[in-house]
């Protein structure tokens, strides 16, 4: 889970901003910004999950089930039933009696 960097920013007064506050302001959301991918779903096990604190709302990736789940502050719901699918392809077939003659 990723984590908002602290800041030790100094807070406006009034309705105007310095410019070094603005760019320092700019900077910080850019590094926290790239640290967090809200595309990236964390990948947990059953162990994993049984240690860890969740923010009511996350959704994660449980590898023991093999399903999404959202946690809902007391407990993890599946999103979705679990679904094997199959891999590859398969087949069978015969094509009679060959016999093959050398001479």
Known sequence: ??????T?????????????????LVRVLEINLGAIDPDDVGHFNATDISGLQF???????????EVHQAYDGGSFRNLYEH???PTGVA?????????IEIT
């Open 1 to 6: 889970m990723s984590k908002l960097l602290p």
């Open 8 to 24: 030790r920013l100094p807070q406006s007064q009034g309705e105007s901003v310095s410019t070094d506050t603005f760019n320092r």
């Open 55 to 65: 923010a009511t709302g996350a959704i994660i990736f449980n590898t023991t089930v």
């Open 83 to 85: 679904q094997t699918y």
């Open 91 to 99: 087949a069978t077939f015969a094509v009679g009696a060959v016999t």
